[in-house]
């Protein structure tokens, strides 16, 4: 069997230098790491990671717990993390929630007796009990597009409520007054900050009505179903402007209004969506959205966690808010661009 040793020699380094390669390869210098890596493909050296995790007491893996993978905002969120985890020697297992509590636990509980290198969650629901028992056993933990509940955890944000309020703001400049917000349910966090932001901004143009259109999900045929039945009410009944939950709504809401019903966007109904997925601008009509960074989001939330799985005292604990960019296109124009 090959030592590390072996490795260390074939290589010309120290077996401290192999070592660092192997758990902490961010601090290799990028030539001696390539020296190292064909070290041990030469030799065909083979980990023993049972003894690494008896050892350190830590796993080469890292959590990643989403609200809803089939949503592609967190499966690019998670592909993010996958790049940046591998980069860090680390290896990635996925989970999705679904906006249930009870799911997510089970996932916590399996991934504490695993004995993870770190978590992150981007769920929106966590439990009290569940951030209690990560803290207890000294996980690092990052909570990605949610604000950390206490100061023992970091985070990583995007200003929901401020993106939702600029996107209404922008639609009353259009000349809506009557605006539907579409999306659920309001239980998760970040749909209940947006739904705040559209309210903040509602409130501060007096003549102008919100409605607010739930949803069980956040897919394109919950945007499809609400487009159907917004284009069977009588013309006066139905939002001048819509706000979606996020751009998959907002596609099957475009998909659902132009094309079964023949109402025009923007030119009966204006729409915004949010994330600024890599559809949203080429969409029948190019789509207004908030963008929300997932690769910053992803890249951040693995350096959050590595910075706390090699800290040697207390789990040095951050919270990094990103400021939402409200990106215009065609879907939302009723009056021209701004300026123009």
Same mark, same amino acid.
């Given at each position: ?143 990605? @597009? ?13 200003? @929901? ?7 209404? =703001? ?59 039945? =917004?284009?069977?009410?009588? %013309?006066?009944?139905?939002? @001048? ?33 949010? @994330? ?61 661009? %701004?300026?123009?």
């Amino acid at each position: 069997m090959v030592s590390i040793r072996e490795v260390a020699e074939l290589a010309g380094v120290s077996v401290g230098t192999v070592s660092k390669y192997l758990n902490t390869p961010h601090r290799v210098a990028p030539a001696t790491s390539d020296r190292v890596r064909l070290a041990i493909k030469d030799l065909g050296y083979v980990r023993n990671e049972a003894a690494r995790q008896m050892r350190t007491g830590r796993s080469n893996t890292l959590a990643f717990v989403a609200l809803e993978l089939r949503n592609p905002f967190f499966g690019e969120v998670a592909h993010a993390v996958e790049r940046r985890a591998a980069e860090n020697g680390l290896f990635l297992v996925l989970a999705s929630s679904d906006g249930d509590p009870v799911r997510e636990s089970q996932y916590i509980d399996m991934f504490v007796q695993q004995r993870v290198r770190g978590l992150i969650l981007a769920s929106g629901t966590t439990g009290p009990e569940d951030l209690e028992l990560l803290a207890a056993r000294d996980i690092p933990t990052v909570l990605v @597009d949610a604000y950390a509940p206490s100061d023992r955890f970091s985070s990583v944000a995007v200003d @929901d409520a401020l993106g939702t309020r600029r996107a209404v =703001i922008h639609l009353i400049e259009q000349g809506c007054r009557s605006i539907a917000f579409v999306g659920g349910p309001e239980s998760v966090r970040q749909i209940g900050e947006r739904l705040d932001g559209a309210r903040k901004a509602v409130r501060e143009h007096p003549g102008v009505t919100l409605e607010v259109i739930p949803t069980d999900e956040r897919i394109v045929t919950a945007g499809l179903h609400v487009g159907e039945a =917004i284009a069977a009410r009588r %013309p006066a009944e139905r939002p @001048d402007g819509i706000v979606a939950a996020n751009d998959s709504v907002a596609l099957g809401l475009m998909q659902s209004l132009g094309n079964r019903a023949g109402l025009r966007v923007p030119a009966d109904i204006a729409l915004v969506g949010f @994330d600024d997925m890599e559809f949203a601008a080429t969409t029948t009509v190019p789509l207004t959205t908030v963008r929300r960074p997932r690769d910053i989001f992803g890249r951040t939330a693995v350096d959050l966690v590595r910075d706390q799985a090699e800290a040697d005292g207390p789990l040095p604990v951050r919270t990094i808010v990103i400021q939402p960019e409200l990106i215009v296109r065609e879907s939302s124009l009723r009056r021209g661009r %701004p300026g123009a």
